[in-house]
């Protein structure tokens, strides 16, 4: 079993380019979730999807949209990148409220 | 106020010690701890997991929990130079679902 993959593992963006951070389990988890990493603020929740069919907004939405495109699938997508959302993004699933397993990341440098 | 708060660190301890890190929590009807451990330029990775009162053992590590004083610590007994990471606690407060709520994490250095 691949666990949870992403791609890409890097990217560059200029300001105000768009694209999706793509996210796949193979663990058939219920539960899937996207957090941003940055200097001294930890993990920080952006969306979440509990079960197949929902998503809900975690501690920083803002400028981020989510997909759950099927149980194992869920997407991120930036519509217009900003240089604030420079950031590490995790990935991340489970089976309900109990231990994650995560991705290995994907460092996006926004210009 | 933070939901979860921890000390940063760096917190250095010498090849053999007990390493003690410490995470306190703001919502007091919270149910469920984790530990994770992050090495750089790595993902997060778990270590252990506390519902109740009390410790709870696995190998070289124990987590302690405490709801009357909402606080929960990581002991990792006999450190090794391969414990240093960084720590994340993790909490997930009741009434939100499946939302899990992170600390800064605490960066661990042992050395040899």
């Known amino acids: 079993n691949a666990g949870v993959t992403q791609t890409p593992k890097f990217q560059v963006l200029k300001t105000g380019q768009s694209m999706t951070l793509q996210c796949a389990q193979d663990m058939n988890h219920n539960s899937m979730y996207w957090y941003r990493q940055d200097p001294g603020m930890g993990l920080r929740l952006i969306y979440y999807s509990a079960s197949e069919g929902t998503t809900d907004k975690g501690e920083v939405p803002n400028g981020y949209n989510v997909s759950r495109l099927n149980k194992r699938e869920f997407s991120l997508r930036l519509e217009s990148a900003a240089p604030s959302q420079t950031s590490v993004y995790f990935c991340?699933?489970?089976?309900?409220?109990?231990?994650?397993?995560f991705g290995p990341g994907t460092r996006l440098t926004v210009l | 106020q933070k939901e979860v708060e921890q000390n940063s660190g760096p917190l250095s301890v010498p090849e053999g010690a007990i390493a003690s890190l410490n995470c306190t929590y703001s919502d007091r009807g919270s149910q469920s701890f984790f530990w994770y451990r992050q090495y750089s330029g790595k993902s997060p990775e778990l270590i252990m997991f506390?519902?109740?009162?009390g410790d709870k053992e696995d190998g070289r590590f124990t987590a302690q929990l405490n709801k009357a004083s909402q606080y929960v610590s990581l002991l990792i007994r006999d450190s090794q130079p391969s414990d240093s990471a960084t720590y994340l606690c993790?909490?997930?407060?009741?009434?939100?679902?499946?939302?899990?709520?992170f600390g800064t994490g605490t960066s661990l250095t042992v050395i040899p």
């Open positions: 991340a699933s489970s089976r309900g409220p109990d231990t994650q397993y």
């Open positions: 506390i519902y109740s009162n």
């Open positions: 993790a909490v997930n407060p009741p009434n939100t679902g499946n939302q899990f709520y």
